[in-house]
């Protein structure tokens, strides 16, 4: 019985990503906030949408609740879109901090996958104004940004705030790399990335999900925010 017990423990430890039971900095304290247990809670029915603001989806219903947590965000927009959803819109889901981050989150997931299948279309076109390693540089920074949205998620469900904006901080230096890669590192470079659009929604994405951290975690915002000052990235991947 003690061996099988041993067993059980180290399955379950194995899922847990390493980083969310360490906190990086010794002198921080750790945030004392519960693990939350039901990203979804069922509430009452929200009040009637509002009209969609200029140049927001118009096939999406906005709900109070959910125009109110995005204002509240660098990119509301942005935030919008990404907290819609039938949920939402039958009034099962209440809007709040730690919902609002997983919707962002998944929204960046989804959206890092997109840049994925952009950049392998592009790398196998051959096209004499791209190089293929610069392609090759942008896969490997989106493979880290996807690992690094999906551990933000699992410390979120352990209830660890700082390893929350560590993760989301590190999709943001890696889809800036993705951009160095075309520019070398510098700004006033000719070479146009043909993945920067999307490259600016995963950072405004990012910027969202370090917010709603904020929100959920307030003894951590001093930290959220050094982590979130611009870094270099002019390294190799």
């Known amino acids: 019985m003690a061996i099988m017990n041993c067993i059980a423990v180290i399955i379950i430890s194995i ?45 999406l219903p906005i709900y109070p609740s959910i125009q109110k947590i995005c204002s509240a965000t660098s990119n509301p927009k942005v935030c919008v879109r990404s907290l819609g959803g039938p949920h939402v819109e039958q009034g099962q889901t209440k809007v709040e901090p730690i919902w609002a981050l997983v919707q962002q989150a998944n929204a960046g997931i989804n959206a890092t996958k997109r840049a994925i299948a952009k950049a392998n279309r592009f790398m196998h076109m051959n ?35 700082y390893n929350v904006a560590e993760y989301l901080t590190d999709v943001s230096a890696m889809t800036r790399r993705c951009e160095d890669a075309f520019s070398g590192g510098n700004p006033t470079a000719v070479h146009s990335s043909p993945l920067t659009k999307l490259d600016r929604l995963i950072l405004k994405m990012a910027s969202n999900a370090l917010d709603f951290q904020k ?9 959220s925010n050094f982590l979130n000052q611009p870094r270099s990235t002019n390294q190799s991947v």
């Not at 190089?131 to 410390?155: H, R, T």
Request: aromatic fraction near 10%.
């Open 215 to 223: 929100m959920i975690f307030p003894s951590s915002r001093e930290y």
């Open 127 to 161: 096209d004499p104004h791209y190089d293929e390693s610069w392609f090759q540089v942008c896969l490997k920074s989106y493979d880290s940004a996807v690992e690094s949205w999906e551990n933000a998620l699992a410390c979120l469900e352990l209830g660890f705030g």
């Open 15 to 59: 899922s847990i990503p390493i980083s969310c039971l360490m906190i990086s900095f010794p002198d921080a304290a750790a945030t004392t906030a519960p693990a939350p247990t039901n990203l979804l809670p069922h509430v009452v029915p929200d009040h009637a949408p509002l009209e969609p603001a200029g140049g927001l989806d118009r096939t």
